[in-house]
């Protein structure tokens, strides 16, 4: 696992670790009490996956051009800068994915069903608060994972950095190859 994909999920894991001691604090309830703190916080909960999916969908939208960048600079970069991207990119689907599923199944209208027992209401009322946990946290993992990404892109198309881990050695060796045969095309022109 490389460093950005470590840097996100600490991130995320953080964030999620945040979320749940907020629960852990809310305690033990019961079915009556979840059930109103659900429809509380159900529209917060929806909102939270509707940010998700714009979001997420922009940040893919917005990689076509990070691409058409990386591949017009005078840098060739390497493979592991284009799985980096690849890896952001599966991120944001799953989220995407597992956003609108969360959307939908929060946007049952549980709290008005009289068929549900009460007991479900606390278990769904914490499925409900862990899932906005992740999805909150793996916003979090993709949003760092993106700016390691695009830093490393300044770095290496806007500043011209040649020694960075992500440019391939072989446009290197080219570049030394050219000079020095120029240097070598002088010489013998001079004699």
């Not at 460093?3 to 852990?24: E, L, N, P």
């Not at 008005?112 to 278990?123: A, H, K, Y």
């Not at 993106?146 to 992500?166: A, C, Q, R, W």
Request: glycine share 8%; with cysteine.
């Amino acid at each position: 696992m490389n460093v950005i994909v470590k840097r996100a999920i600490v991130g995320g894991v953080v964030s999620t670790i945040i979320m749940g001691i907020g629960t852990y604090i809310l305690g033990e309830m019961s079915g009556y009490k979840a059930k109103e703190l659900l429809s509380t916080s159900l529209s917060g909960i929806n909102m939270l996956c509707n940010t998700v999916i714009l979001g997420s969908s922009t940040i893919l939208a917005l990689m076509l051009p990070l691409l058409s960048l990386s591949t017009g600079s005078n840098s060739r970069l390497t493979k592991v800068h284009y799985s980096h991207v690849l890896t952001i990119a599966k991120f944001v689907t799953i989220l995407i994915i597992v956003s609108v599923i969360t959307f939908l199944m929060l946007n049952l209208p549980i709290t008005e069903s009289e068929e549900v027992p009460s007991s479900w209401f606390t278990i769904i009322y914490y499925i409900s608060l862990g899932m906005a946990s992740i999805l909150g946290g793996g916003f979090i993992a993709i949003v760092t994972m993106l700016y390691e990404t695009i830093s490393n892109v300044i770095l290496i198309v806007g500043f011209g950095v040649k020694d960075h881990p992500m440019v391939e050695k072989a446009e290197d060796q080219a570049e030394e190859a050219k000079e020095n045969a120029k240097e070598n095309k002088e010489r013998i022109e001079d004699e």
